[in-house]
């Protein structure tokens, strides 16, 4: 018999690869879609940071790096930790991945063994499942919105096995745009150290919080040691496609993020990481820009959602808005289908954010105002009609 590995039969691809399709299909056939299904940026790649690249290209730098990255961009990374999430590390304390994905792949096969569980606020990114799931762990799903009414602690406990090794901690969190407050991380956090957890935090979009603050878990007491975080570039600079990000941990879990990182790619392009690099010397003032027009963006949505009696509640962080679609159909695969195929409506089902998203849509809103509110028309006269 021809077969692959046994691991791999117990995950798949994502439903979004088959929405991208259909909208493609559409698209092709001469239809106008309005598209709320993706997770990029609404803006390109900052021109410096393409320069950077240009010039990483002609000036032949172009060769194997060290395959945890380049020193002068982990040496401006360990700053940015320091003033920005308030993490004390150090250069050997910063490895380059490809993406925020592949650090947290990385994370998951450095602290999990068969066997062992993970707790994982739900709904969650769908693809921290699968990784989970190739590391031959299982995942136990915590209700976000159950847990945050009944409070983390007690709800925490509540799920908890005596085999739970790690907690996944995404915060603003894809898909629900929930920003977990100082309070909620000092609970997670004292929650992890009671139960010798290891917190893999998730902090793609650190940058993107509208109300109260971003609150790096790993800079609380006693959290370094015990909390491998990822970081991207492709939220906050535009550089989805790049493919960079990185990986922060203490000893021992570096070394084993670096023998992850090395067996799998042996790190990212030398120019990509010169690219990065530029990246982190834009001033802040770009970002803080940025982040007001999300903040408009995410208004505008919000209002017409729930003008079209799609209940939503206003995302504190991230690009989403999560409205419930029960009114249109209580399935929300029924409920996507139904506004993509009626009012060529493009969003992803709740479900597939775990089971706990089930009645709800993900609208992503890194699109134009105008894309908004040409959907928001659609949508209207479909749920009118
Ligand atoms: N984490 C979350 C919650 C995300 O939504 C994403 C991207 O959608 C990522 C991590 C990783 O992004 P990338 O691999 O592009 O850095």
Redesign the pocket.
């Known amino acids: 018999e021809i077969r692959v590995a046994k691991r791999l039969d117990e995950v798949g691809f994502s439903d979004i690869v088959q929405i991208r399709n259909r909208v493609l299909e559409l698209r092709t056939a001469g239809q106008v879609v309005h598209a709320f299904h993706g997770?990029e940026p609404f803006f390109e790649t900052p021109e410096a940071i393409k320069y950077a690249m240009m010039r990483a290209l002609v000036e032949n730098r172009t060769k194997y790096a060290e395959s945890s990255g380049i020193a002068p961009l982990r040496e401006a990374i360990a700053d940015k930790l320091k003033t920005k999430n308030s993490l004390d590390a150090g250069i050997e304390d910063v490895m380059i991945t490809?993406?925020?994905?592949?650090?947290?792949y990385a994370a998951f096969q450095s602290v999990l063994d068969p066997g062992d569980d993970v707790l994982l606020f739900s709904p969650y990114?769908t693809?921290?499942r699968d990784m989970i799931t190739v590391a031959e762990a299982r995942p136990l799903l915590i209700p976000t919105a159950t847990a945050r009414r009944n409070g983390l602690t007690k709800t925490l406990e509540h799920f908890t096995t005596p085999k739970a090794r790690a907690i996944y901690y995404?915060t603003p969190?894809?898909p629900s745009g929930v920003v977990f407050s100082r309070a909620e991380a000092e609970e997670v956090a004292a929650f992890a150290r009671a139960h010798n957890l290891i917190v893999i935090a998730?902090e793609?979009?650190e940058d993107l919080v509208y109300e109260g603050e971003h609150v790096s878990i790993a800079s609380l007491p006693g959290m370094a040691e015990r909390t491998i975080t990822?970081y991207?570039?492709?939220?906050t600079y535009g550089m989805?496609g790049w493919?960079?990000?990185y990986a922060v941990a203490k000893e021992p879990f570096m070394t084993a993020v670096r023998k992850i990182v090395l067996y799998s790619s042996n790190g990212v392009s030398t120019p990509t990481q010169w690219a990065a690099l530029k990246a982190l010397a834009l001033s802040r003032s770009m970002i803080d820009a940025r982040r007001e027009e999300y903040r408009q963006r995410r208004d505008l949505l919000v209002k017409g959602l729930n003008e079209a009696g799609l209940e939503c509640e206003t995302p504190e962080g991230?690009f989403y808005a999560f409205p419930s679609v029960t009114k249109i159909h209580k399935d929300s695969r029924r409920a996507a289908a139904l506004l993509l195929d009626k009012a060529h409506v493009v969003t992803v089902p709740g479900v597939v954010f775990g089971a706990q998203g089930e009645g709800h849509l993900r609208f992503g809103y890194a699109v134009s105002p105008e894309s908004i509110e040409a959907g928001l028309e659609a949508l209207h006269r479909f749920v009118k009609g």
């Open positions: 997770g490809a993406g925020g994905a592949h650090a947290l990114w693809p921290i995404n969190q894809n998730d793609a979009y990822a991207t570039f492709s939220k989805t493919r960079i990000g991230a």
